[in-house]
């Protein structure tokens, strides 16, 4: 393959750094002195940081957002893991259709998903709580799962498989044991990205979220609303370095997949 | 797998789905007849509504406006990231991932920073060309067009990328033997193979940006607003969630027959 | 019996079980009661963020806490929505609710509120209409903000009429996105007479707006926006609010205020239909209408109280910031008229914003 033409990465360098600005500005304005926001900032303090670590409200938004995006990861690998597995490997009238059925939650608007979610949750009672709000992340995240997991698995040969069953192991073991390692990776950087895409969450945990359960996006986009509190690009620097972490580990996780995507 | 291990597989996801989805849409459906009713009073209603058939129109314009924009920045990432050796490529797609796991608050507050009539750009522009230089990019369409497309790019990069990817390298080398040069090969070679998966993410992200509502509260104007938003203010202001469940229904009308005909169309591209 | 069941050798029978079980809930309520009587009582408050909670929390949860013993937990921004799913559910997790006059008035027609408690609440020295329902605690003040800088004393509108003279004062125009309160200045604007505002008449309003929409560039949804805005040369001339220009003045922002015609809207509380904590919800906002409290409470955010006692106990200082209510120009929005319009013509609104 030869190397990209100069023009190609011109132009593609100059759509990234549109891509990273955002992110890249307010990194320096969260280190401003004063308590207005300004770019470029006019001194450096750690003032606003102290402001964010030492507001117990913040804090607690910050681990309830934490407790609701570990809970959806680790649910949404669990049913999405499986449900790749068996889309890849089996045939079945309407295999088509379910993959696609699968895929709706990513596609539905964020705010059909949360309206009738809290309608119901209301019913139950179960409006404002955490297992509320990790049922309503779990659902919109279970289908990224899918997707890079199943981006894996066609790269798995079955072959490996379809051999262990032949020796008698049952589909459960085989999946244990021959699919799950292989599996490991790519499993890992859905597992990271759930918990991402949860945790920057905001519709549908503004509607589901309660009074001592409101997530850390929640809780901006309140502020938002009341006063541009210079505690904001603070949140956004921590958020912004965290989604950093969490795509370059998982990125990393995938080139050793070794598949393409 | 036979079917009935397939059932095991399925079944975590076939309870998540039916508990966090289905119920909740089944939820939407009942609200919008007016629960035990069954009348089809908000639907009505909103048809003789003009704000509705404004703000419907409005959703497309911006929704179609965001999915060209998303095309014309994202083709040139995709054919960039397919021309790089593998380890470049997932260092790349680091640019590419970071702003859709950016907080989309942190976004919109930023970019009111880079966008405002005093912000970075204008800025620039201003001392370049002075007054007459600048641009209003907050607060408008623009402003919406662009906060779009910043988190809708990677769901157009990724099914014209793996498109690319599948071309492999056997037909270019094929052509540059034959003396074709590289121009020529994009052009009769590279591009109408692509089809398909451009055809897929301008679907996505069609359909992805009908429903958003974060992007154009931030950054839009008076004349931005969207389907979303309305059916926050029936939810919230006006409290008739007959009638926001109606516009649920219609928006996901609109989405699922845009998916279906994305499911009819030829080409390899599919997500799964 | 039970040594069958647990297979070896117990010195439990069913006698000392019985015995056991007897005693225990005999003497339980004594042991779990040391002295108080239960663990302490806390309910929710539902209001805004940032420095207005900071000031609640000064003014009136604090004193409350101290005083009843019962906790006050505040949460963020208050929504209609939730507080009919809580209602109807019959579910109430939120019990006071701190909410502008549409949202109370409306919340009242639907019968969201609980009947004020007046055996508690001290509601005879309000000067302004209390509902069965609901609780006026302070008038806000709207009216024209500018940047003294850039447009020092007579370059710039001073009350609604001359906001509206576009010849006069020409400049960009900050308006907000909600129909109310922006009607009102409409009318006023266009040279209504302030004691005859109400009922508004709403097609000349929406004629003045007409008039006016060129010039407006910034259509603002966001509070906030509405000083950032200026501050950021982004627009010349807003409606605002006297609270937050007195706390951006005070962080050092160029910002001024008129208060030669402004338009005063009241801020209320209730008490959500319903809840199991009514009593101590109740007593929480005997708390809003003391005199003293609401004195403190006006000295933090600048906002007028609506208790007349609590008027002489204000700081010099704060006095400055609160509109003379005797001036002819001042108006006090109506929102028994807005209860029975404010959703129609809000959809009116945000029609006439799209075209």
């Not at chain 1, 190397?3 to 750094?17: D, E, K, N």
């Not at chain 2, 998540?16 to 069954?38: E, H, N, R, Y």
């Not at chain 2, 209003?136 to 690319?164: A, K, Q």
């Not at chain 3, 609401?294 to 700081?315: E, H």
Request: with cysteine.
């Amino acid at each position: 393959m030869r190397r990209p033409a100069l023009i190609t990465v011109l132009v593609a360098w100059a759509i990234y750094l549109f891509l990273i600005a955002p992110s890249l500005i307010v990194i320096p304005m969260s280190f401003n002195g004063s308590t207005e926001l300004m770019f470029p900032p006019r001194s450096f303090s750690l003032h606003m940081y102290h402001e964010f670590f030492h507001g117990s409200d913040w804090l607690q938004a910050t681990r309830e957002s934490i407790l609701v995006a570990i809970g959806t990861m680790l649910l949404s690998v669990a049913a999405g893991v499986p449900a790749a597995y068996a889309l890849a490997r089996a045939e079945f009238a309407g295999k088509r259709l379910l993959g696609v059925v699968l895929l709706a939650p990513m596609l539905v608007p964020t705010i059909v998903g949360a309206l009738g979610l809290y309608l119901y949750l209301v019913h139950l009672g179960l409006a404002g709580t955490t297992a509320g709000l990790i049922l309503g992340h779990t659902t919109l995240t279970t289908p990224f799962v899918i997707v890079i997991a199943s981006a894996s698995l066609r790269q798995i040969d079955p072959n490996l498989e379809t051999a262990a069953r032949i020796m008698g192991a049952g589909p459960l073991l085989v999946f244990r044991r021959i699919v799950l390692p292989r599996l490991y990776p790519a499993a890992v950087a859905a597992a990271l990205f759930a918990f991402l895409i949860s945790f920057d969450e905001v519709v549908i945990a503004w509607f589901i979220s309660g009074v001592g359960t409101a997530t850390l996006p929640v809780k901006m986009y309140s502020a938002i609303h009341w006063e541009v509190s210079p505690v904001l690009p603070v949140i956004s620097t921590l958020l912004t370095l965290l989604s950093l972490v969490v795509c370059t580990v998982g990125a990393l996780l995938r080139r050793r997949d070794a598949a393409d995507v | 797998m036979t079917n009935r291990h397939a059932l095991i597989f399925l079944g975590p996801v076939a309870l998540l789905m039916a508990l966090g989805f289905f119920v909740p849409l089944g939820q939407i459906f009942f609200t919008s007849v007016d629960g035990p009713k069954l009348s089809l009073r908000p639907f009505t209603e909103l048809i003789d509504s003009r704000l509705f058939w404004l703000v419907l129109q409005n959703t497309f314009a911006i929704s179609v406006e965001a999915m060209l924009a998303s095309l014309l920045l994202a083709y040139p990432i995709a054919y960039h990231l397919s021309r790089v050796t593998p380890r470049r490529r997932a260092a790349y797609m680091i640019l590419v991932l970071l702003p859709f796991w950016t907080s989309i608050l942190v976004k919109s507050f930023a970019f009111t920073v880079i966008l405002g009539d005093h912000g970075i750009v204008n800025n620039i522009l201003r001392a370049l060309f002075g007054e007459i230089g600048v641009v209003p990019l907050l607060f408008n369409r623009t402003g919406v067009v662009i906060g779009s497309v910043h988190w809708l790019l990677p769901f157009m990069v990724f099914p014209i990328l793996v498109n690319l990817l599948a071309q492999g390298s056997d037909l270019h080398y094929a052509a540059r033997v034959m003396g074709a040069g590289r121009t020529r090969i994009f052009l009769r070679i590279t591009l109408p193979l692509s089809i398909p998966g451009v055809l897929a993410g301008c679907v996505i992200t069609l359909v992805l940006s009908l429903g958003s509502f974060v992007t154009p509260a931030l950054l839009g104007g008076r004349r931005d607003l969207m389907m979303a938003s309305l059916v926050d203010f029936y939810t919230r202001i006006s409290l008739d969630w007959a009638i926001a469940a109606a516009i649920a229904v219609l928006l996901l009308a609109i989405t699922g027959g845009l998916i279906l005909l994305l499911t009819r169309l030829p080409g390899e591209h599919r997500l799964i | 019996m039970v040594e069958i069941v647990t297979g070896r050798r117990s010195r439990v029978t069913r006698r000392t079980l019985i015995t056991g079980t007897a005693l225990a809930a005999v003497s339980g309520p004594l042991l779990l009661t040391p002295g108080k009587a239960k663990a302490a009582e806390r309910i929710s408050l539902i209001s805004w963020g940032g420095a207005y909670r900071k000031a609640i929390q000064t003014a009136f949860v604090e004193p409350f806490t101290k005083e009843t013993g019962i906790e006050v937990q505040i949460a963020d921004t208050p929504d209609l929505a939730k507080v009919k799913a809580q209602v109807s559910s019959g579910d109430i997790q939120w019990d006071v609710f701190d909410c502008p006059g549409a949202m109370a008035l409306s919340g009242s027609t639907d019968g969201f509120w609980e009947k004020l408690d007046k055996n508690v609440i001290d509601t005879s020295d309000i000067d302004v209409p209390v509902g069965d329902d609901y609780l006026p605690y302070y008038t806000y003040a709207g009216g024209v903000g500018w940047d003294p800088k850039r447009f020092p004393a007579g370059k710039h509108p001073t009350d609604f009429v001359q906001l509206w003279d576009v010849k006069g004062f020409p400049g960009r125009r900050g308006l907000r996105t909600r129909v109310s309160e922006t009607l009102d200045i409409a009318l006023l604007g266009d040279g209504v007479a302030p004691d005859k505002l109400y009922p508004l008449d709403v097609e000349r309003g929406f004629k003045a707006l007409d008039r006016i929409k060129p010039n407006i560039k910034n259509w603002i949804a966001e509070t906030p926006q509405t000083i950032a805005l200026v501050q950021n040369n982004e627009i010349d001339f807003s409606y605002t609010y006297s609270g937050r220009v007195w706390a951006a003045q005070k962080e050092g922002v160029s910002i001024g205020f008129s208060f030669a015609q402004t338009l005063n809207s009241l801020s209320y509380m209730c008490v959500l239909k319903g809840t199991p904590r009514k009593a101590a919800a109740m007593k929480f906002m005997a708390m809003l209408v003391r005199p003293d409290r609401q004195a403190a409470f006006a000295d933090i955010l600048g906002y007028t109280p609506t208790v007349r006692k609590a008027v002489p106990l204000i700081s010099a200082d704060t006095r400055k910031w609160m509109p003379d209510m005797a001036n002819p120009g001042t108006v006090v929005m109506n929102d028994k008229w807005w209860q029975s319009n404010y959703a129609p013509l809000q959809k009116r609104f945000s029609e006439w914003l799209l075209v």
